[in-house]
Nanobody
Framework: VQLQASGGGLVQAGGSLRLFCAAS????????MAWFRQVPGKERDFVAVLRRTGGNTGTYYTDSVKGRFTISRDNAKNTVYLQMNSLKPEDTAVYYCALGLTPLIMSALTSGARYDYWGQGTLVTVSS
């Protein structure tokens, strides 16, 4: 599995960006997909996760992005998105997409250790 993240860039506070994570390999619809972000010198932090359970798709977000970010998936394009609205300077980071093979409970999926494949990261810079 290879993940290719893109869509990052420079945006003013209050603006929007849409990140893309394109996968080559198995269909994403059967796996857990997530976004993490990392600021230089700090640990990689969880942002959002999308998990399919039976016929339903569930999502979960870190508190700081709830109501502003939306994770979604297009199975036909084998791509996961992160729509980021009302961006703040503190959202500045390198954003990574990740794929997990095991559909654990949501609270467990906030740990990067639960993921098996990672994209290369895309830089998001929000100016004040």
């Amino acid at each position: 599995v290879q993940l290719q993240a893109s869509g990052g860039g420079l945006v003013q506070a209050g603006g929007s960006l849409r990140l893309f994570c394109a996968a080559s390999g198995p269909t994403l619809g059967t796996y857990v997909m997530a976004w993490f972000r990392q600021v230089p010198g700090k640990e990689r932090d969880f942002v959002a996760v999308l998990r399919r359970t039976g016929g339903n798709t569930g999502t979960y977000y870190t508190d700081s992005v709830k109501g502003r970010f939306t994770i979604s998936r297009d199975n036909a394009k084998n791509t996961v998105y992160l729509q980021m609205n009302s961006l703040k300077p503190e959202d500045t980071a390198v954003y990574y997409c990740a794929l997990g093979l095991t559909p654990l409970i949501m609270s467990a999926l906030t740990s990067g250790a639960r993921y098996d494949y990672w994209g290369q990261g895309t830089l998001v810079t929000v100016s004040s």
